[in-house]
């Protein structure tokens, strides 16, 4: 997706926030070890309320939040979670080994380290935190992080606990697994930059070797997530979170990018119309709609849900206005209500689709006293959730005016972005009575001096001089998180170290874009088939094919695949024997092309020996084949 508009030209901004989990061996405040938890036997319920913080102000994400009235539901493992992790028995102290790696980090950065460290809390009423806060340490401030010839600045470091892992949701309940709850997590935000995509994906492909480098951060998907805030027109900031793919990055700030100035072009049509303020009015409309009603509409009703109308002066027309493809305020409102478990809403640009008659409109208006240029949006569902949802719609509907609305939002999986709900503010933050403040002593700060790693860039220059990778290989191989495992295989196995890499680092990708369960490959897996390879079961050209069958469903394992598709090694003779055909039936191609003819032949050789022999000793024996005068009988 390109951008219909430079961004300089509209002041993009865009922050990133890197949130990395740590490479400790237990959680952030207790003993706990960090594992995932394939059973979860036990389970508590918990339903969060918002509170006031110590300014006297509650968070409006908080009240929203709550206003859902969704029970969580807490699954949890003693091998995993403890009292702690429930909410049940005070934090014990920080995670010293999680500390020191912040403070590494910190340094890297050329951050300057507080002087004091203190956890607060920061509310969190979205269920996945059993107390309805997270605690959170600020350690650094400041820094600058390079990249591609340029420099961004950092904004603060911090220290803090991830959230509960999400098992499902529905429209009354929540249900998490408490095994992720407390496992330690760094968070780096950098300053605004100009939003141009392709730099801000750079800027956290760098943070993210830089982190690496450490050895001492989780790896695996899962294990990194991006939040963006992106701004346009100098206007309000909207925080995109749960970026988990890098490759999505840019992708997503260019859609948040159309989107907020898709908004903006409908707020300057409203003032166009001479539209300064939007006035709402919401009525009861259930009666309206009989036997004839839309199918949307009669399932609703047919389930004893009753229907409201939330009607905007003059807006008869913005709401299906689409100044960019896909961006709609009807869709901003549609996606407000599903955030609250209804379907969506139905607008008035849209009623003949929806099968709204002309007569329907038209007591909907006399109803609430609108004219034709008068936009009506129509809610439906449960009586106890609609009129949180109008309400939320006559909110949207006013800040329409302003263009852009502080909220937070949610990345798709295909880089776009979905109503998550309003942007918190500083209520929500206080101190955390029950762990006194660490003091950063200058014999901590020297210690953590010394663990301070070597710079990636020279240990992808390493594995080139000592593996005899290319660069973009070894670079691959860095990035791809599996530099520990080809290491440590490349020391225990005879195979060419390009093959190790090949396989640890390319394999999966080309396996993820062919559409494969990247479930089933696992570095397990994958080891098995290069020590399969280095025993001579067959054939590094046929790893594709056994990962593959695998992937697949289709073959139990490695030893199995490679039965199911014939894959038994060739023997010496066995080769020569199909070369010898081969060489034999394209006997005047090699007399008139010589050494030539190599590739056609090596093509047609390969078609019965690949995946059973190595290439490079069929491309030996078949050089040898065409440059010999010597007949087959001879061989």
Not at 236 to 251: F, M
Request: glycine share 8%; charged share 30%; with cysteine.
């Amino acid at each position: 997706m390109s951008l219909p508009f430079d961004p300089s030209e509209c002041a993009m901004k865009v922050g990133i926030e890197i949130h990395q989990q740590l490479g400790t061996p237990t959680k952030l405040f207790c003993s706990c070890p960090v594992t995932k938890s394939e059973e979860l036997p036990f389970s508590f319920e918990r339903r969060l309320r918002p509170s006031q913080s110590e300014l006297g102000r509650i968070d409006p994400a908080a009240v929203f939040e709550f206003n859902k009235g969704k029970v969580n539901t807490y699954r949890w493992n003693p091998e995993s979670s403890c009292l702690v992790d429930a909410d049940e028995e005070p934090p014990h102290p920080l995670n010293r080994a999680a500390l020191e790696t912040t403070l590494v980090i910190s340094l890297m950065l050329e951050a300057k380290v507080v002087e004091e460290i203190h956890v607060m809390r920061k509310i969190v009423i979205d269920g996945s935190n059993t107390a309805g806060f997270q605690r959170t340490s600020v350690v650094a401030l400041g820094g600058r992080l390079s990249f591609d010839g340029k420099s961004v600045g950092v904004q603060s470091i911090t220290v803090e606990e991830d959230a509960s892992r999400i098992l499902g949701e529905d429209a009354q309940s929540r249900q998490f697994a408490l095994d992720r709850l407390g496992v330690p997590l760094v968070e780096i935000a950098l300053d605004p930059m100009a939003g141009y995509p392709q730099d801000v994906e750079s800027a956290a492909l760098q943070l993210g070797r830089a982190l690496r480098s450490t050895g001492m951060v989780a790896r695996g998907l899962g294990t990194i997530r991006q939040d963006l805030n992106v701004s346009v027109m100098g206007g309000e900031v909207v925080e995109v979170k749960g970026v988990q793919k890098l490759n999505l990055i840019a992708k997503v700030v260019r859609y948040e990018g159309i989107r907020q100035m898709g908004l903006i072009r409908v707020a300057e049509e409203m003032r166009r119309r001479g539209i300064t303020s939007v006035n709402c009015r919401t009525r009861d409309v259930t009666s309206v709609f009989g036997s004839l009603a839309s199918a949307v509409l009669k399932k609703t009703l047919e389930g004893g849900g009753r229907v409201l109308c939330v009607a905007a002066d003059g807006m008869a027309g913005l709401l299906g206005l689409e100044p960019f493809v896909g961006v709609r305020l009807g869709k901003e409102l549609a996606e407000i209500a599903r955030t609250n478990s209804l379907g969506g809403v139905i607008h008035s640009d849209e009623f003949r689709k929806q099968s709204i008659t002309e007569a329907e409109e038209s007591e909907l208006r006399r109803l609430t006293g609108s004219g034709e240029s008068d936009a009506l949006v129509l809610v439906a569902g449960p009586e106890e959730r609609i009129s949180v949802v109008a309400g939320l719609v006559a909110e949207r509907l006013a800040a329409a005016i302003k263009g852009v609305p502080k909220e937070t939002r949610a990345a798709t999986n295909d880089g776009e972005t979905r109503y998550l709900r309003p942007r918190p503010g500083a209520a929500r933050m206080y101190p955390e009575t029950d762990i006194p403040e660490i003091l950063v002593t200058g014999a901590l700060l020297d210690k953590v001096r010394r663990t301070i790693p070597q710079p990636w860039e020279e240990r992808v220059k390493s594995y080139v001089e000592r593996y005899a990778l290319s660069p973009e290989m070894a670079l691959q191989l860095y990035d791809s998180g599996e530099a520990p495992e080809f290491e440590r295989l490349a020391a225990e196995l005879k195979l060419d170290r390009s093959v190790i890499a090949s396989v640890l680092v390319e394999m999966p990708v080309r396996l993820a874009r062919e559409g494969l369960d990247e479930g089933r490959l696992s570095e397990g897996l994958l080891e098995e088939v290069l020590r399969s390879i280095d025993r001579g079961e067959f054939a590094k050209e046929a790893s594709v094919d056994v990962l593959r069958a695998v992937c697949r469903g289709e073959a139990e394992g490695v030893a199995d695949a490679v039965r199911k598709l014939g894959l038994t090694r060739l023997s010496k003779e066995e080769l020569k024997s199909i070369i010898e055909k081969v060489v034999a039936q394209n006997a005047a191609l090699i007399a008139e092309r010589g050494e030539r003819s190599f590739s056609i032949l090596m093509g047609e050789v390969m078609k019965s020996a690949r995946g059973r022999v190595d290439g490079q000793v069929v491309g030996r024996l078949l050089r040898e084949r065409i440059a010999s005068p010597r007949d087959a009988s001879q061989t």
